[in-house]
């Protein structure tokens, strides 16, 4: 018995040669990001991408999977990849640790089978998903998880479809411009974010912000991200055992 047996008792052996032969990307290594990648590290994918400009701090600790008190301090990136190893050292784990920013969209983006789109800065958000409908790269893409409460109010839809999410809002409105009305899964919630920031503070959407702005604080809560991140990984996952 191997340790991706009980997959492969659900998926088959051919879903599983896929899994262990396909390159995913994960742009964004927060609450979302950090479980998606951690989620199909035990599901068998044999290679990764993981890209995350930032490191770990202390205030990661309540919703980020590898945030520990022995890794504040440490980058994103490096801390997700010795995870990753630790669950299956027979992966491949490239790092990238900076944006994806136009400049390095395209060799990042090389070699690529599936995006787990986790980032939430507006500008590179919206730059990848407009690369990845242009190459051809199928995608899927979390909204706003921040200031919420409501794990029911989750959803998964086309980006056409979203409703009430102010990020999801600007990310359809840059993609319109573009001539990119559908076609992108997103897993959002419908849920109001709580008013819980003022303009001073930072509202939501100065916290979605372009690189290099200064961004505001949000609350957030373990579960909200880890449900989007556990149901990005099992899009994933389906699209490429061809479940859905």
């Known amino acids: 018995m191997d340790q991706f047996s009980r997959t492969k008792l659900l998926f088959g052996q051919e879903a599983i040669a896929i899994f262990q032969k396909s390159r995913i990307a994960v742009m964004g290594l927060g609450g979302v990001g950090s479980y998606a990648a951690e989620a199909l590290a035990r599901s068998g994918i044999g290679a990764f991408l993981l890209v995350d400009f930032d490191t770990i701090g202390l205030s990661n600790l309540n919703r980020q999977l590898p945030a520990l008190h022995s890794t504040i301090g440490k980058l994103k990136t490096e801390a997700m990849r010795d995870r990753i190893l630790d669950i299956n050292p027979k992966a491949k784990v490239e790092i990238y640790s900076d944006f994806c920013a136009h400049e390095s969209r395209d060799f990042l983006l090389n070699n690529v089978d599936f995006v787990v789109d986790a980032i939430d800065s507006l500008g590179p958000k919206t730059g990848l998903l407009e690369a990845c409908v242009q190459k051809n790269i199928p995608v899927i ?21 979203s409703r009430i999410c102010p990020l999801a809002k600007k990310v359809r409105k840059y993609l319109h411009r ?56 099992s899009y994933v996952l389906r699209k490429l055992a061809g479940k859905i």
Request: charged letters at 25%.
């Open 178 to 233: 573009r001539g990119i009305e559908s076609g992108i899964p997103v897993i959002y919630s419908y849920e109001k974010p709580i008013a819980q920031f003022d303009h001073k503070a930072g509202a939501e959407e100065e916290w979605v912000s372009g690189r290099g702005r200064k961004r505001g604080t949000l609350g957030s809560v373990v579960y909200l991200p880890a449900i989007m991140g556990m149901w990005a990984a």
């Open 141 to 161: 893409s979390s909204m706003g998880a921040a200031s919420r409460f409501d794990p029911a109010k989750i959803e998964l839809a086309d980006i056409s479809k």
